[in-house]
């Protein structure tokens, strides 16, 4: 017996198998769809695992934003407001996870490495049919699945936002012009507290120093405009670098690679790898 399962019917049941799989497409009838698109405000029952393999997505909580470049995983604890930006991804796939089965994953939003195992897994498991009842070798699958992303690393691309108004203040105006090259004395003085405030706040808030919390941004600025295919003269320009050489200096210090490998070389699985993939149940 073979079912259709869309992406909001399958974030909202909360009956049925611990872990449902979609496959996404840039395409207006892919049930997890891409492309490059804004999601506004929502929430699912289910706790949701999402990646793409190009492009970038682009999560807004309560708690902060955070990153998905290509070849890693965002998880959204079950009930959790979110808002998405999507940013030139043409595949993808996303889990669905009963609120029961999601006791055992983070209580907040995280991003999590992909492994090749964890990436398998998710690709013969969206190619099942549709069955509430799994069999022993799709549940010893499941299993392991939900071990893989439970176990994951986790990777440092948040961008925390604080709760305090005074610095709220600051955060959302450097995040309105991320160039803008005014020192933390100077911010204090605009936003009327002294320095020593501000610093503090940065850390008590955050986590993060000030210069920190600024490159955090800086970086995910740059991460969404070469995720669209924009030049990196450009993004180092509007970045306000001096040259686009350090600009490519502090991505290789902070991804480890330059700009243009580090979005060819996570996006390494190909359009017929999810050619005729349906939403399936797990």
Known sequence: MTHHIVEVEASELASGPQLIVVS????????FRLGTREIDVHSHLRGQFFCVDSGLLHVRTEHGSWLLPPQRAGWIPPGLPHRVSVSGAHHGWSVFITPEASQCLPDRPCVIGISELMRALVLRAVTWSVQVQLNDEQARVIAVLLDEMRSAPHQPLHLPLPSDRRLLKVTQAILAKVSDERTLEEWATWAGLSPRTLSRLFRSETACSFSQWRQQARLSHALE??????????????LGYASPSHFIAMFKRNFGDSPAHYFAQRANVGEENWAGLATCWT
């Open 24 to 31: 996404g497409q840039d395409r207006a009838d892919s049930d």
């Open 225 to 238: 405009r070469l995720a669209l295919g924009e030049s990196v003269a450009n993004v180092a320009d509007a």
